[in-house]
């Protein structure tokens, strides 16, 4: 008996076990299946991407192609230049291995896309010119030595795009040659124009409220006050004017609410403590009207922004948005006077356009424009004087549109014409785009236009931000910015912020300019060098391997005789970012004009990895997630701004000239002073 319940058993294991692995074998073969039925789409939607190109993109009625492309091989470069359109907005520079194609952008951070994500990219954003330059030359550093290289240049006029135009070619130098040399000359006795401090108009913050917080975790301490003191160094020690921030309108700073019958509430008691503290010190406020108290939202669950879950949605009331917005100006003027509150500008959301995560407007784009009126409109109606900008976008294509609907209609009054004080939006990773030729084609070609938001990189989180490169680049994208715009605004001044997670590291590729504790990036010391620059530009020119593309400079001169030149070696794209030895070049710096046989103090600063860096000191000592007290003593030991030579002096030539000699590693920035002695 006993031995029959064993077989019993022991056949009821079996049973037991052959059907696991009959079930394991079921879930292998359908995890295969699946697999491959994955592989399959992702191959087939490679090849189609690859392959299959996008529709064709809208063509202008306004730009010829551009036939005047020029490619010149250099050490580790290819320089692409062209002449200028009319009318043109933004160019692109596209790039392929064969002369017929298929050619795909190359004029990116990243260097040279891939076919099928620039194929994807065009799907996804129809028309929409990233990569975009404001002029030439492009510099292409993407580049393997002995390979040919065939280019051609598009021009867009906002909304359509040049046909195409002539294609060159080049063949990438040999990198193993001596390092080229750049002859820039410098001359003190004439002068080009007004140096206009573009760059120290604004730069952003996060949202204000952010003043009050306390301590966020057991590193990252007082962190309020280390926003407001990172604020209130780069108005004290850059030059910054204004601080412009998102969500003044937020439930965090409860302006508006509703009583049970729907009448509107209104209480400024914590605006007017933020704005005190930036009045205090010695800032103004750059205001964006958003975002949607809860109690005004059409849409109370529209997609929340950021960590603080501000909320996306049009207003359920126009005209209730309209009167939130003349009782705020006119507060405002009630408490700080009309005159001050006339210099503040003010501009209508952030990035209605942007649909990508987190989308910040959950309207539709007339959504937006209905939202525009009714903001000018209670603005104006306040003080005609005060000054409102929009349509503060992300991408290029909503511009037009925008321009179109305020040239000819209003919503909120019905008027043939909406305000426009300047047209206002934002410009990552390369020089800012030039609309002028577009507003000029809608008689407004006195409106200014400010980008107010602009930086290395629009993504929390890239260390890129944190090294000397992003202080070259900063350098060479404001120079190739100063033509086409009145305002350029860096995102952000200070580390502290709070929209994608608290930091997780010192370090962490955070927007600011300046660190947690107060830690001053390689990037704030190309800004404290830039405020140094006088006002009386005076000419720059060179020549050589990279000058103009690779190699740039600013120089003014003082009243008292002096001279400043600041000097930027930067390619555009990321991936040299830790430095290229091809990219390095000798300089040859001649200063002309100077008082013949007169004795002069010569400084040099640089910011470059070895200088200037104290990114760089943190990777030195293994990268602590956080210091400690010690480690932290060095770091601010190092955050200071350094020179390549001790002080020195020089005397004129009877011809008045004074040559220096000098090398620039890629990435480097150089301040050279040269200042008389009596």
Not at 18 to 36: F, I, S
Not at 336 to 365: A, C
Not at 459 to 475: E, N, R
Request: charged content about 20%; proline content about 7%.
């Amino acid at each position: 008996m006993r031995s029959v319940v064993a077989a019993q058993q022991t056949r009821e294991r079996s049973e037991s076990v052959d059907k696991a692995e009959k079930w394991v074998r079921r879930g292998l073969q359908a995890l295969l299946l699946l697999v491959c039925a994955v592989l399959l789409i992702a191959g087939t939607a490679f090849l189609w991407l690859r392959y299959v190109p996008p529709p064709s993109l809208p063509q202008s009625k306004l730009l010829a192609p551009v036939t005047s492309v020029r490619a010149t091989p250099g050490r580790g470069i290819i320089t692409i230049t062209w002449a200028p359109e009319a009318n043109a907005v933004s160019y692109q520079v596209a790039r392929s291995s064969r002369p017929g194609g298929p050619f795909a952008l190359v004029s990116t951070a990243y260097g040279k896309v891939p076919i099928f994500l620039d194929n994807l990219v065009e799907r996804v954003f129809p028309g929409e010119p990233f990569g975009r330059l404001p002029h030439g030359p492009f510099v292409d550093s993407d580049i393997r030595p002995g390979h040919t290289y065939y280019y051609r240049v598009s021009a867009n006029d906002g909304s359509a795009w040049s046909p195409d135009g002539n294609v060159v070619a080049a063949t990438a130098a040999s990198i193993a040659t001596p390092e080229p040399v750049i002859c820039m000359q410098v001359d003190a006795a004439h002068s080009i124009g007004t140096l206009e401090h573009k760059w120290e108009i604004a730069l952003g913050s996060e949202h204000l409220s952010y003043m009050f917080k306390g301590d966020i975790n057991e590193h990252v301490r007082a962190a309020g006050a280390g926003l407001r003191q990172g604020n209130k160094l780069a108005h004290d020690t850059l030059g910054v004017q204004y601080i412009r921030a998102h969500g003044i309108f937020m439930d965090d700073p409860s302006v508006y609410t509703e009583d049970a019958q729907g009448n509107p509430h209104y209480d400024w008691s914590k605006v007017d403590r933020l704005y005190d503290i930036l009045r205090q010190d010695g800032l103004k406020p750059f205001i964006e009207l958003s975002f949607m108290p809860e109690a005004l939202a059409s849409n109370p669950r529209a997609q929340g922004i950021f960590q603080y879950r501000a909320i996306s949605s049009a207003p359920k009331s126009y005209p209730k948005w309209q009167a939130l917005v003349s009782a705020f100006a006119q507060h405002l003027i009630d408490r700080y006077g009309r005159r001050e509150v006339e210099s503040w500008p003010f501009e209508v959301w952030n990035e209605p356009d942007n649909k990508l995560l987190p989308g910040f407007w959950s309207g539709t784009r007339d959504d937006y424009f209905r939202l525009y009126d009714y903001s000018a409109t209670g603005l104006k109606s306040v003080d005609p004087n005060l000054k409102i900008g929009g349509p503060v976008t992300a991408f290029t294509t909503f511009q037009e549109p925008f321009l179109r609907h305020i040239t000819t209609g209003n919503y909120a009054t019905g008027a043939k014409s909406t305000p426009l004080d300047f047209l206002d939006m934002h410009n990552y990773y390369l020089p800012v785009s030039d609309y002028r030729p577009l507003l000029r084609r809608y008689g407004l070609s006195d409106v200014p236009v400010y980008f107010t938001e602009w930086g290395v990189t629009p993504q929390y989180g890239d260390t890129v931000g944190d090294t000397a490169y992003s202080a070259a680049a900063t350098a060479g994208d404001i120079f190739d910015s100063l033509d086409q715009a009145a305002s350029v605004s860096y995102w952000t001044a200070s580390d502290y912020f709070e929209e994608s997670g608290n930091p997780r590291q010192l370090f962490h590729g955070g927007f600011g300019l300046i660190g947690l504790d107060g830690l001053r990036k390689s990037r704030y010391w190309t800004y404290y060098l830039l405020h140094r620059l006088g006002t009386d530009r005076i000419a720059v020119d060179g020549q050589g391997d990279g000058f103009d593309g690779l190699v740039k400079g600013v120089a003014t001169r003082a009243t008292d005789g002096s001279v400043s030149l600041l000097i930027d070696n930067a390619t555009q794209q990321h991936a040299k970012a830790a430095g290229d030895p091809a990219l390095a070049r000798h300089l040859t710096l001649a200063i002309t004009g100077l008082v013949p046989g007169n004795r002069y103090q010569i400084e040099h600063d640089r910011i470059d990895n070895e200088h200037s860096n104290v990114y760089g000191a943190w990777q030195t000592m293994g990268s602590p997630q956080w210091p400690d007290q010690s480690q932290m003593a060095v770091l601010h030991q190092r955050d200071q701004l350094q020179t390549l030579v001790p002080l020195s002096t020089s005397t004129a030539t009877a011809q008045g000239v004074i040559t220096l000699d000098f090398d620039m590693p890629m990435p480097a920035v150089s301040f050279v002073k040269l200042t008389p002695l009596k």
